[in-house]
């Protein structure tokens, strides 16, 4: 142990008298990076992101923490790694679990008050109420102008987007007036008869006067200003149409009406279990995520059995070390494993192609038939459970073939003198000494295989899909490309919220696992060792 | 000679029965290696074939060329040597500095004994089971309004690329690198420390060194896991000249993967290459760290 009594001053080394332009060096630092941070926070709270906001202060008071006081100095060695665990791997988990309790996605994705806010924006033109006599002008690249008398007779001039003006003959243009107080021209602009405009098809549509103040046509003799559609209600938290009087309640993140119409948008809210529910007990879904969570555990177990069948037995077969060869053969038969599994799936999807690929056509050829490994739900499984093994056995004859060489070899000679054949040493010596080696690397591949996302959505995307499921699933699909497609591939609708949920169940799945493994390899343990 | 006192003679002697045990297992071996090298070879086949489409290609092609191969550097709408180059800036830059991070806290981890430091490990090892590709959604959004505040740091970015992929450097191989340093003896540090030397010399003039063969391990899984990756830089990566090779080879896959069978597989090939000879050529000291739980994604 280094714990020393307080060191002399003049103690040399180990850091304790800190030489002073190092230390300058790191406040100046320091300083700068809470300045820029304090930018952020601001440009972050401004555009409503609070959650980033939050993880982006906590971090950097925890870099504080550890660049002031002394007695964080180890951790200073390891805070670049920390700032990163921080923001990339535990910052997401925790979003993930507050997203996993609302209805994020598509159709929710702003905050409530900007929602309201949108739909506070929609106007509608009251059938009475003040109006104007309109005469409509146009110019040769096609803008339009209005001139607008009330019933007071003020005359006013309306284009779009512009506040109404009150101008006199001979300001902006405005040529002198007729009987009726309309200017007969306007500088670039051609006055239209009541035909021409009668007969417009944009004219209608076009809203004059700046935003929040707008006057549209209402009749061919009058024109309106146009008047908020909805009024919001807080204490009922509803929004009520002015125009028909009906009410669009609050319903999970969307306003709306008795009889089922919709305001949009829609917005974040918190649903609380809702998501975990619909994953649990939802009538539609229940059949499709059955079959799904099946199907997830038998790949991860089959694929488990298969590959560490292979890798075991071919482990077996050359575990002698005068096999002729023996290094030539493991460099050809470890060929799988060195290819970017990337590019292997997608080599094995072109070989397995149903009609042009080299496998099929090879069956074609010989046996006159062929599986449908892609459109078929049982072979595109067993085509998957191919594919794996090609990729991962020789990670498991690697590993054994290791594990192998550790038993001795007395235990055997112990056996064949109690007269134990081939295969009872194996059963009973071979196997379980080498599960004890391996178990947990079984563990962690079982883990990994049960979210090998990669292999399913490359070979196949999931597929052949399932007939009649609300949300996009295939008969190949596990959990994982399952939440890939209701977050990304939006066909459907997104719907992060959803799929947060299901990324939490799978951590309690894959999470118990590991915890188990620890306990089988005492890990835990192992921390203390040492110490 | 007869040709059962042929096989009476076998049944006893031991040698001649080890060369038969010999012979079916050099036969089986051959069989799983067709097994393991076919489909290298197909691609092999399949990048030198001219006619190039999926339906037409022979395992020994009829007047091998490399019209395949420059027309996967020619493309236009698929710049193949961009995404490779991204591919190799991106696992050089994510290796080097996640074997940085990692080897300084495992230094501290087996050097320094401070409170929460047992706490700290475990949580490591906890925290890591939550698998990336699940906090999908979370990252993805996050770049997404970071990008608002800082354009270089948003999406269809390398640097956020890289950071994400950094994330994952306090990972399981702190433990394989703390397990490594711990059987260094302490002597060394200690006998350093009285001749005046500070923590930081002790670490890059002593232990450095010593690490060199777990730090070789470490930084080629780290390569190999980066240049592997497809699911992140499909998320994070927008544009077609940003991609690296994975996603570029799987949206080229996805486009043009019947009528353009050979040059994909030249692409494939040229692809794998990298990897598959670091990995032959290295393959004694992989294959010790995996046996050690080394990860590889």
Not at chain 2, 18 to 34: K, P
């Amino acid at each position: 142990m280094t714990s020393t009594p307080a060191p002399p001053v003049f103690k040399r080394g180990n850091s304790i008298q800190l030489p002073a332009l190092p230390r300058l060096i790191r406040f100046a630092l320091l300083i700068a990076l809470d300045v820029a941070v304090f930018w952020l926070l601001n440009r972050l709270a401004s555009l409503g992101y609070y959650p980033l906001m939050a993880a982006v202060l906590i971090i950097t008071l925890f870099v504080n923490f550890v660049l002031i006081r002394r007695e964080a100095y180890p951790l200073r060695w390891m805070l670049i790694g920390l700032i990163m665990m921080g923001l990339f791997t535990i910052y997401p988990i925790i979003f993930t679990v507050w997203v996993a309790f609302t209805n994020y996605g598509e159709g929710h994705l702003i905050t409530k008050k900007q929602a309201i806010d949108q739909i506070l924006d929609l106007t509608y033109l009251p059938p009475s109420g003040k109006a104007y006599s309109w005469t409509a002008f146009r110019s040769d690249e096609g803008d339009y102008a209005l001139w607008l008398i009330d019933a007071e007779g003020n005359a006013y001039l309306a284009k779009p987007d512009e506040p109404l003006s009150q101008p006199q003959p001979g300001e902006m243009g405005v040529g002198p007036l007729d009987a009726r107080g309309i200017p007969e021209s306007i500088e670039g602009y051609r006055r239209l008869n009541q035909i021409q405009a009668a007969t417009d098809r944009n004219l209608k549509n076009i809203k004059f006067g700046e935003e929040g103040k707008t006057i549209q046509i209402r009749s061919p003799s009058e024109a309106a200003e146009l008047l908020p559609l909805y009024v919001y209600d807080p204490d009922l938290d509803a929004m009520i149409n002015q125009e028909t009087g009906v009410v669009y309640k609050n319903l999970r993140g969307t306003f709306t009406s008795a009889d089922g119409k919709t305001l949009r948008p829609g917005f974040i809210e918190f649903i609380q279990f809702d998501n975990f529910r619909d994953f649990f007990i939802s009538p539609a879904l229940r059949g499709p995520l059955l079959r799904l969570v099946t199907w997830n555990f038998a790949f991860a177990f089959f694929s488990l059995l298969l590959n560490f069948s292979l890798g075991l037995f071919i482990a077996i077969l050359f575990n002698d070390p005068n096999f002729p060869l023996k290094k030539l053969i493991r460099s050809l038969l470890i060929i799988p494993y060195t290819v970017p599994a990337l590019i292997t799936i997608l080599i094995w999807r072109g070989m397995l192609n149903p009609d042009i690929g080299v496998i099929s056509r090879f069956l074609y050829s010989t046996i006159g038939w062929s599986p449908q490994w892609f459109t078929d739900p049982w072979w595109a499984k067993i085509a998957i459970l191919l594919v794996n093994l090609w990729l991962s056995y020789p990670y498991f004859m690697l590993i054994c073939s290791g594990a192998l060489q550790s038993i001795s070899e007395e235990i055997y000679a112990a056996a064949e003198v109690d007269g134990a054949n081939p295969w009872q040493k194996f059963w009973r010596i071979t196997l379980p000494l080498l599960l004890v080696a391996v178990g947990p690397l079984l563990i962690a591949s079982f883990t990994f295989n049960f979210n090998n996302f990669n292999l399913i959505y490359l070979f196949n995307a999931g597929g052949p899909p399932m007939a009649g499921t609300p949300t996009p699933a295939g008969h190949t699909d596990i959990l994982i490309s399952y939440v890939y497609n209701l977050a990304f591939s939006g066909s459907r609708g997104v719907n992060y919220g959803f799929a947060s949920a299901i990324t939490i169940i799978i951590f309690f799945i894959v999470g118990t696992i590991t915890l188990f493994q620890f306990r089988y390899t005492r890990m835990w343990e192992e921390v203390g060792e040492n110490a | 000679m007869p040709e059962k006192s042929f096989l009476e003679k076998l049944r006893t002697s031991a040698t001649a029965q080890r060369r038969l045990s010999i012979a079916i297992r050099l036969i089986i071996a051959v069989f799983l290696i067709i097994f393991s090298i076919f489909p290298v070879l197909w691609v092999i086949s399949a990048s030198l074939s001219p006619t190039g489409t999926l339906a037409t290609q022979r395992l020994i092609p009829a007047n091998p060329g490399l019209d395949n191969y420059r027309t996967l550097l020619s493309m236009q709408q698929f710049p193949f040597w961009s995404w490779f180059l991204n591919s190799i800036k991106i696992s050089s830059i994510t290796a080097v500095l996640s074997l940085s991070i990692t080897t300084v806290a495992a230094y501290a981890f087996s050097r320094f004994r401070f409170r929460g430091r047992q706490t700290m490990l475990k949580a490591i090892l906890l925290i890591n089971v939550f698998p990336s590709l699940l906090a999908l959604v979370a990252i993805f959004l996050m770049f997404s309004q970071v990008g608002d505040v800082i354009p270089f740091l948003g999406l269809d970015n390398h640097n956020s690329l890289v950071l994400v992929y950094l994330g994952g450097a306090m990972g399981v191989n702190i433990w394989l690198m703390k397990g490594f340093m711990d059987t260094i003896p302490r002597d060394i540090d200690e006998s350093a420390q009285v001749e005046g030397a500070s923590d930081w010399q002790i670490f890059t003039r002593l232990i450095l060194p010593l690490l060199r063969p777990i730090l070789i391990v470490i930084l080629i899984l780290n390569y190999i896991t980066t240049y592997g990756d497809f699911v992140l830089a499909r998320i994070l990566l927008r544009s077609n000249e940003k991609y690296t090779l994975m996603v570029g080879l799987q949206i080229f896959a996805g486009a043009q993967f019947q009528q353009r069978w050979g040059v994909f597989a030249a692409g494939a090939l040229m692809g794998a290459l990298p990897i598959m000879i670091i990995y032959l050529a290295l393959q004694d000291q992989i294959v010790g760290g995996l046996t050690r739980g080394a990860v590889k994604g």
